[in-house]
């Protein structure tokens, strides 16, 4: 159901780690949750962030969330394709609607497997 390449957050993020390089989303969990995304925030390149830190915003119908990293590092580019397209986070939350690359320093010590991520969400139901 979740992709097995990625490592997962309990505020339901997502990481792919590729070496010292990490790509982060939301989970499809979280995209259903929020219903139709129509606006999204984004640090700006460069942006020096702490795992658990805020790293931007996703508003939808129902909601406004806070985005935490799930890692400490740099962030080195982000999808810019959101700010006039939001919805790909809801159309293809592990393809298209990506967030932020990072320049991995440390990641955060609670990362979750797929599997993991699997039961703490059939936990939250």
């Not at 702490?50 to 740099?74: F, Q, W």
Request: hydrophobic content about 40%.
């Amino acid at each position: 159901m979740y992709p097995e390449n990625l490592k997962y957050t309990k505020e339901h993020e997502w990481l792919l780690v590729r070496d010292k390089w990490g790509t982060v989303g939301i989970t499809e969990y979280a995209q259903d949750a929020l219903g139709d995304v129509v606006f999204v925030d984004l640090p700006k390149v460069g942006t020096k962030l702490n795992a658990g830190e805020s790293l931007g915003v996703v508003e939808s119908v129902k909601a406004i969330s806070d985005i935490y990293a799930p890692c400490t590092g740099i962030v080195k580019q982000v999808n810019e394709n959101l700010f006039a397209t939001p919805e790909l986070i809801n159309d293809d939350p592990y393809g298209e609607g990506w967030l932020v690359e990072m320049e991995i320093e440390e990641l955060a010590d609670d990362l979750l497997t797929a599997e993991e991520y699997a039961e703490f969400v059939a936990e939250e139901e």
